[in-house]
């Protein structure tokens, strides 16, 4: 089976930084794309921010030019460096890994348990 925990999540003041970090483990022979959701009460989670394997990065417009996705591949994990928040950026940020199994040649899609980031104003 594979996990991906997320760690890094918390509350900040407008303007200021948060890390989140997700580690992928168990059964992995590679991973494809990596990326990171969010999800505010009411609404359908949405895309924040992708990187493929190779380090190709693509990011939701409300958040270009203050959010960076980064890996370590050597790590299976995947890093979300977001800087100047705002309020509207609070969220259950999950993030989401296309793995590859040692026993399959079929790529499935995981989810973290999510990470609560409060920004008050």
């Known amino acids: 089976q594979v996990q991906l925990v997320e760690s890094g999540g918390g509350l900040v003041q407008a303007g200021g930084s948060l890390r989140l970090s997700c580690a992928a483990s168990?059964?992995?022979?590679?991973?494809?794309?990596m990326g990171w959701y969010r999800q505010t009460p009411g609404k359908q989670r949405e895309l924040v921010a992708g990187?493929?394997?190779?380090?190709?990065?693509d990011y939701a417009d409300s958040v270009k030019g203050r959010f960076t996705i980064s890996r370590d591949n050597a790590k299976n994990t995947v890093y979300l460096q977001m800087s100047s928040l705002k309020p509207e950026d609070t969220a259950v940020y999950y993030c989401?890994?296309?793995?590859?199994?040692?026993?399959?040649?079929?790529?499935?899609?995981?989810w973290g348990q999510g990470a609560q980031v409060t920004v008050s104003s």
């Open positions: 989401n890994a296309r793995i590859r199994g040692w026993d399959s040649i079929r790529v499935n899609i995981y």
């Open positions: 168990g059964n992995i022979f590679s991973i494809n794309d």
């Open positions: 990187i493929t394997s190779s380090g190709v990065t």
